[in-house]
């Protein structure tokens, strides 16, 4: 079975400066890796995905995320911050079979952005 | 488009009280995900259909816990007697079968239950 793991529950940084959120996944085949955004009292909103080709993949927002297959990782980076990025970030790999298509979650990182 | 419609968005209520939420996804999806997010588990995957066929209900948490799709724009879960541990924000997606290389799973925004 597929697993998420999101290391870091709770991350602060200074508007600005740059952004890394670890993920990390198991999963016996090449994965479909994405990340969602979560505002407060929101669901949740897909900020890119990867499923094959080139492992850089770019997304709204300005996020960007690099999928490592030989350390099973789907990190989450941005350059620079804004506060309104304040949020929460899930990590989670999908499984495509004949009958359906299903997310597994990380547990989330929740950023924090001091001004 | 109208996106995934979910009710109520909030509810409290006393334990031992059936609840009730609702779901409408978007026309056209035909896959359904019901999630439960705590803050101690994250976001677990309770149960979802395909086609309002059950497909995996593995994730529900016990006899308490049920849901039904009779129709392709409606689904229900329901929780009978409801208890204050069952207290958390139960999140409704629709996506199409066969989607993820499009990588979207649309979500409600979601019905927070407080069990009191």
Not at chain 2, 41 to 60: A, H, K, Q, T, W
Request: net charge neutral; with cysteine; hydrophobic share 35%.
């Amino acid at each position: 079975a597929q697993s998420v793991t999101q290391p870091d529950i709770h991350i602060t940084v200074s508007e600005g400066a740059s952004l890394e959120l670890r993920c990390n996944y198991s999963y016996g085949a090449t994965p479909y890796l994405f990340w969602y955004v979560q505002s407060p009292g929101q669901g949740l909103q897909l900020l890119l995905k990867y499923f094959s080709g080139d492992t850089l993949v770019q997304g709204i927002k300005g996020f960007e995320a690099e999928f490592k297959r030989s350390q099973s990782s789907f990190n989450l980076r941005k350059p620079s911050v804004h506060w309104s990025d304040a949020a929460e970030y899930f990590c989670a790999v999908g499984v495509d079979t004949g009958t359906a298509s299903k997310l597994t979650f990380g547990t989330g990182t929740r950023l924090q952005v001091t001004l | 488009d109208a996106g995934v419609i979910q009710s109520p968005r909030h509810e409290v209520t006393e334990m031992g009280q059936e609840v009730t939420l609702r779901c409408k996804p978007i026309s056209g999806h035909n896959s359904l995900f019901w999630y439960r997010q705590t803050m101690m588990r994250g976001l677990e995957l309770l149960i979802y259909f395909n086609n309002n066929v059950p497909i995996d209900d593995s994730g529900m948490p016990e006899d308490r816990f049920s849901a039904k799709m009779p129709n392709a724009s409606f689904s229900t879960l329901k929780i009978q007697p409801s208890e204050p541990r069952d207290s958390a924000v139960y999140f409704c997606a629709s996506s199409l079968v066969g989607s993820l290389r499009t990588g979207e799973l649309f979500f409600g925004e979601g019905s927070r239950l407080t069990v009191l």
